[in-house]
């Protein structure tokens, strides 16, 4: 049983596609983060939201609590987003991970 | 900018023996986890520690397992009698308060033979 979803699971887009990733979760949380992992394995916190949407550069996150869902958004996509990135929700202190979505952008 | 930092990078033990992994926090911060991560497998929860104590846990962390924070700026974890399946990267966390966005360490790989 998966308390967190993620899709597509392996995604690759040319330069400069917009891209979406998407997170479903079954379990109450408190809040909802987007992680990246490097090739290297290095583990990089990108949003950490509860309601609504978040913006950081080319990157926007958004979600739906009613539904328990949640998108990462990447604009104009480069070569350097090529990572994994992952979906976790936390209840309390207690994390749930999703399976990550592994992106390759092509030049 | 303040980050996690983790001991050793990589730990190679033999089966039944003890290892202690260490992790610095950011040292203003009050929330501290641990993570693991089989190869090719999902970033895992292992446990949460806030006020001196365990704040969370999960079924992985088992009584293997026990963290400490010795000093005021350490954080470890301690597998007391290593297994093939405890092979894995093992992530520390520290946030600054509940809810807050993680900072995560750059893992140490524990190779178990």
């Known amino acids: 049983k998966n308390e967190v979803e993620q899709s597509p699971q392996n995604l690759t887009a040319q330069e400069g596609e917009f891209i979406t990733i998407n997170c479903s979760y079954s379990?109450?949380?408190?809040?909802l983060h987007w992680l990246q992992q490097h090739p290297g394995g290095g583990i990089v916190s990108l949003f950490m939201?509860?309601?609504g949407k978040k913006k950081h550069g080319r990157l926007i996150a958004t979600i739906n609590i009613q539904e328990k869902h949640s998108s990462l958004h990447i604009t104009a996509s480069h070569p350097r987003d090529s990572a994994v990135y992952i979906c976790?929700?936390?209840?309390?202190?207690?994390?749930?991970f999703g399976t990550g979505t592994s992106l390759t952008v092509i030049p | 900018e303040p980050e996690v930092t983790q001991t050793p990078s990589h730990q190679v033990t033999q089966m039944g023996q003890e290892v202690i992994l260490r992790c610095v926090p950011i040292?203003?911060?009050?929330?501290f986890y641990w993570y693991r991560q089989i190869l090719g497998q999902k970033v895992e929860f292992l446990v949460s520690?806030?006020?001196?104590?365990?704040?969370?846990k999960s079924e992985i962390f088992d009584d293997q397992f026990s963290v400490e924070r010795p000093d005021g700026s350490n954080f470890t974890l301690k597998i007391r009698s290593t297994k093939l399946e405890d092979s894995a990267m093992y992530f520390c966390?520290?946030?600054?308060?509940?809810?807050?966005?993680?900072?995560f360490g750059n893992g140490t790989r524990l190779t178990v033979t």
């Open positions: 966390a520290s946030s600054l308060e509940y809810n807050s966005p993680l900072h």
């Open positions: 379990v109450g949380i408190s809040a």
């Open positions: 939201l509860s309601s």
């Open positions: 976790a929700g936390n209840t309390g202190n207690q994390f749930y």
């Open positions: 040292s203003n911060h009050l929330y």
């Open positions: 520690f806030y006020n001196n104590e365990i704040s969370e």
